[in-house]
């Protein structure tokens, strides 16, 4: 079992700044890919960025230039500094990890259950 934790969203005004945490636990034994996705209400889930082991960085063009990812690999964590913030940016956002729990196994998707960020004007 892999559980990934997310925290740190809110309600912020229009240009603050809001920093996401996230802690991969479990039977992890290998982790390829940290990320974090988005969904607002009514639109489909989107990657926001994400993190590759070598420390390959991809960001969404929206993004780009507000929004900085980095990961902490002793602790199995990756956070999302968000800054200049817009009301577009309000969505539930997810932590996504794709790994293994084996040295030789199957690679899966694994998923925070989501935190609220609220952008108001």
């Known amino acids: 079992q892999v559980q990934l934790v997310e925290s740190g969203g809110g309600l912020v005004q229009s240009g603050g700044s809001l920093r996401l945490s996230c802690t991969a636990s479990?039977?992890?034994?290998?982790?390829?890919?940290m990320g974090w996705y988005r969904q607002a209400p009514g639109k489909q889930r989107e990657l926001v960025a994400a993190i590759t082991s070598a420390g390959t960085l991809n960001y969404a063009d929206s993004v780009k230039g507000r929004f900085t990812i980095s990961r902490d690999h002793a602790k199995n964590m990756v956070y999302l500094q968000m800054s200049s913030l817009k009301p577009e940016d309000t969505a539930v956002y997810y932590c996504q990890c794709r790994g293994s729990t084996a040295v030789v196994g199957p690679i899966y998707d694994y998923w925070g259950q989501g935190t609220q960020v609220t952008v108001s004007l």
């Open positions: 479990g039977s992890i034994f290998s982790i390829y890919r």
